[in-house]
């Protein structure tokens, strides 16, 4: 049997590993669970992405092309990893594609296995996500957009006071999730500003603890949704969301004025974390790679190496290793293939 480089998973950060191994000449299988690639940003329905806002469709449509153009590569979709001799490489792997399994061997392995939303009708949470129909989520919201119309849930009406609430299961240390989600700051005001250019009569506010906006992100995203499209942040914390005259009363502290805040809206964004997904703590327990306490996967060597496990011939990439935009899923995913072909090259 051929070894092969395998990478689970089949979304940005999968892919983008996948493609710069097959580029170097390996051969590559690729075992996603999904019946399609693309990850969140496709079976999510996201609208656009950051920085640009170009359609995620096409992004990532343009990415599983240059994927599947490699004659190199087998992608198994529908498709999971039930087991593995994992004691040295080569790895060997059981593949279950509907009721049949199968057997592939793995000079090394490549966890891609990302992330889940943080749900936001856990305990301690006080914002009515399963109660009201007009408080959604972050992902709830991409899916209105690609649509290309944002309305209220209860009854379809066009929303004209908006707000997004922060931080929802990100540094929040009663839940156990101290770490900050990355991507929510700059994704809730890309998606503010889509509604501000969809309906420019809408008032948007954003509450935030901090904004925090890193790199080129504060240029690209946040100074033209402030500016250009008047999009208002309001330094403050959410408690509670409650329903009033038809409307939602959003309830905390205006922590700038130091004093309490109940203002109504007729929409409520969560913008939820990210939270290791059930396939990463899967694939971490079945390959025997050490986790931090989130679930995540652990970077054996970081700062400088990034996507090195315990386990020696596994890496990760992309959201398995914690929370990540597209560009740490791009250079997880180039650095990993680098080694992981180097370990193919080493077995030869
Ligand atoms: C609402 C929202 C909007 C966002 N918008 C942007 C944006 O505009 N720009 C940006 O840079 N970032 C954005 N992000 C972040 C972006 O979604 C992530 O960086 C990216 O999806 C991570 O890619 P990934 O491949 O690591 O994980 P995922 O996208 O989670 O993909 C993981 C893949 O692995 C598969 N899988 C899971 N378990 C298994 C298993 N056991 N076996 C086989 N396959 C498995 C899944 O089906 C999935 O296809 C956004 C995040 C959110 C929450
Ligand atoms: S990116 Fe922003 S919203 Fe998300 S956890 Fe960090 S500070 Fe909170």
Same mark, same amino acid.
């Given at each position: 049997m051929e070894e092969r480089l395998v990478v689970i998973g089949g979304g940005p950060a999968g892919i983008s590993a996948a493609i710069a191994a097959?580029?170097?000449?390996?051969p590559v299988t690729v075992i996603e669970k999904n019946a399609y690639l693309g990850g969140r940003p496709i079976e999510e +329905?996201?609208?656009?992405? %950051?920085? *640009?806002?170009?359609?995620?469709?096409?992004?990532?449509g343009r990415l599983i092309a240059q994927l599947t153009s490699f004659e190199n590569v087998d992608v198994l979709t529908s498709s999971k990893v039930v087991g593995a001799s994992r004691d040295h490489a080569p790895f060997e792997l059981d593949v279950l594609t509907g009721s049949a %399994?199968?057997?592939?061997?793995?000079?090394?392995?490549?966890?891609? %296995?990302?992330?889940?939303h943080f749900d936001p009708g856990r305990e301690t949470q006080l914002y009515g !996500? !399963?109660?009201?129909?007009?408080?959604?989520?972050?992902?709830?919201?991409?899916?209105?957009?690609?649509?290309?119309?944002?309305t209220r849930p209860? +009854?379809?009406?066009t929303p004209q006071r908006i707000c997004f609430v922060q931080c929802v299961g990100?540094?929040?240390?009663?839940?156990? +999730?101290?770490?900050?989600?990355?991507?929510?700051?700059?994704?809730?005001?890309k998606e503010a500003t889509e509604i501000k250019l969809l309906i420019p009569s809408a008032e948007v506010f954003i509450f935030y603890i901090d904004m925090r906006m890193y790199g080129y992100w504060e240029n690209q995203i946040y100074w033209p949704?402030?500016?250009? #499209? #008047?999009?208002? *942040?309001?330094?403050?914390?959410i408690t509670e969301v409650l329903p009033k005259d038809g409307k939602l009363l959003v309830r905390g502290e205006d922590t700038t004025m130091g004093r309490p805040m109940e203002v109504l809206m007729d929409l409520v964004v969560l913008s939820v974390g990210m939270e290791a997904s059930p396939g990463t703590r899967q694939m971490a327990a079945l390959l025997g790679v050490k986790q931090n306490k989130y679930g995540f996967i652990e970077a054996a060597n970081s700062p400088l190496d990034t996507v090195s496990t315990s386990v020696p011939g596994v890496y990760a990439v992309g959201a398995a290793l914690g929370p990540s935009d597209l560009e740490d899923c791009a250079s997880s995913g180039g650095l990993a293939a680098a080694k992981a072909v180097r370990d193919l090259h080493a077995l030869a």
């Open positions: 097959a580029e170097l000449g390996a +329905n996201y609208a656009s992405l %950051t920085p *640009y806002l170009e359609s995620a469709e096409e992004v990532m %399994t199968s057997k592939v061997e793995a000079a090394s392995v490549i966890i891609a %296995t990302g992330f889940t !996500y !399963y109660e009201f129909p007009d408080v959604i989520a972050l992902q709830d919201l991409e899916a209105m957009l690609k649509e290309g119309k944002v209860s +009854n379809g009406e990100s540094r929040d240390r009663q839940i156990g +999730n101290e770490y900050c989600s990355k991507v929510c700051c700059g994704v809730a005001s949704a402030q500016e250009k #499209h #008047h999009v208002q *942040y309001v330094k403050g914390i």
